[in-house]
């Protein structure tokens, strides 16, 4: 047997002592610091209550939110679906020729016009309006007074007014080179179908101008139309306007411009004469002349008007403007600005003309149709300068 040592042994069985008096200690503490102190220790509770600041404690209230119940709103509508659509074409315009030249020729003369007269002229004192320049008086004027003065004030609308100035842009003109164009014609007189030729010849030295158009057969000539007259500012100024048929007399047209009239010898009663106006044959080089100088300002659906002086009588002639179009002539292929001109009386011509850019606006193609059913059609088949 192994021998036991009870002087290691003795202090295991005092150890159950301690653990008592261990745990009485730690509940001791623990009473302490829950304010057993406080009632057995009155100096400790009574230094606390001097040495800290009360604790103070917010008060606390109650407060019932009530939940925000918001009104059934309709969902947002949806953006609206905008169709695209094409821009709307400019609307056909209108040019009446002879108020658009008669401005370019009233400005290039230099006259004052007068509104601008008006405004630069120092103000006078109307009657009914005077400038009072004494002192002015410390009492008030009487209702006699004003009454009178209201009387005496003269009538706007019995003011003269200035004249309206026109608002067509003015026009520009680039006239044709000299040149000599070539048509085959094909004419149906009296229920005939005829095939003749025909020449144009335009001459001019930049001031005075000769245009003629000779239809022939077999070295015959069958009609004559010749315009003679100056270039001005306002494109082509004829003077005279001649017109022969085969063994026929020559009508004549006389431009009497300082009389403002045109004079007929076929005894015609005479006609005023209007500004820009062109005769059967000057026409066509006016025209020429107008694309020239300003291709893009007549566009399809335009309209342009202006007086027209034939052999026995004067009308205006209105022109519609078709798009630009491919045509095909027996001298070649080209772009052209068709303008058809539409009867408007009894004995009125219908004429429809082909300006090409390939022939600095001169005509490719022309055709003439009569009341009494005579048609003249002209196709260019070349040219040559002159």
């Given at each position: ?15 159950p ?9 730690v509940l001791v503490?623990?009473w ?13 509770a ?8 009360p604790?103070l404690?917010?008060?606390?209230s109650?407060?019932?939110?009530a ?8 969902p ?6 905008v ?15 002879g108020?658009?030249?008669n401005?370019d ?5 230099g006259a ?9 002229a ?5 009657p009914?309006?005077?400038?009072d320049?004494a002192?002015p008086s ?10 009178d003065?209201a009387?005496e004030?003269?009538?706007?609308a ?9 608002t067509e842009?003015?026009l520009?003109?680039?006239f044709?080179p ?6 085959d ?8 179908q ?8 335009w ?6 101008y000769?245009?003629?158009l ?6 015959l ?6 315009s003679k007259g ?9 003077a ?8 026929r ?18 005894n ?7 500004p ?22 007549f ?7 202006f007086q ?7 009308e ?8 630009e179009?491919?045509?095909s002539v027996?001298g070649?292929n ?11 009386g ?23 149709s009569e ?6 059609d002209?196709v260019?088949?070349g040219?040559?300068?002159?």
């Amino acid at each position: 047997m192994m021998a036991t040592d009870y002087a290691t042994s003795a202090p295991l069985r005092r150890r159950p002592w301690h653990l008592v008096a261990l745990g009485v200690l730690v509940l001791v503490l623990h009473w302490s610091l829950l304010g057993g102190f406080a009632s057995t220790m009155p100096w400790l509770a009574e230094s606390s209550a001097v040495d800290a600041p009360p604790m103070l404690l917010p008060s606390l209230s109650t407060r019932v939110i009530a939940s925000q119940v918001e009104p059934d709103t309709p969902p947002p509508a949806a953006a609206p679906v905008v169709a695209r659509t094409r821009p709307a074409a400019a609307a056909p315009r209108h040019t009446d020729i002879g108020v658009a030249v008669n401005s370019d020729t009233a400005s290039g003369a230099g006259a004052t016009p007068a509104s601008d007269s008006a405004a630069t002229a120092p103000p006078e004192d109307s009657p009914g309006e005077q400038v009072d320049t004494a002192a002015p008086s410390s009492e008030p004027a009487s209702l006699d007074k004003a009454t009178d003065s209201a009387a005496e004030a003269p009538d706007p609308a019995a003011l003269p007014t200035a004249p309206a100035k026109s608002t067509e842009r003015p026009l520009r003109f680039a006239f044709p080179p000299p040149m000599q164009l070539h048509y085959d014609v094909s004419g149906l007189t009296d229920g005939q179908q005829n095939v003749v030729s025909a020449t144009i010849a335009w001459r001019h030295d930049g001031a005075a101008y000769q245009a003629s158009l000779n239809v022939t057969k077999f070295m015959l000539s069958l009609r004559q139309w010749n315009s003679k007259g100056a270039l001005t500012v306002a494109g082509l100024a004829p003077a005279r306007f001649g017109e022969k048929g085969f063994r026929r007399a020559e009508v004549a047209s006389h431009f009497v411009r300082e009389e403002g009239r045109v004079i007929f010898s076929a005894n015609s009663a005479p006609a005023p004469l209007l500004p820009g106006a062109q005769d059967h044959m000057s026409v066509f080089m006016q025209l020429a002349s107008m694309w020239a100088g300003e291709p893009n300002r007549f566009g399809a659906g335009d309209s342009l008007s202006f007086q027209t002086i034939g052999p026995r009588q004067a009308e205006t002639w209105t022109f519609v403007v078709s798009a630009e179009d491919r045509i095909s002539v027996p001298g070649g292929n080209m772009q052209a600005i068709k303008l058809t001109r539409e009867p408007t009386g009894e004995y009125s011509t219908k004429a429809e003309i082909w300006l090409a850019p390939q022939l600095a606006y001169m005509p490719a193609h022309i055709r003439l149709s009569e009341p009494n059913g005579n048609v003249l059609d002209m196709v260019w088949t070349g040219s040559q300068p002159l």
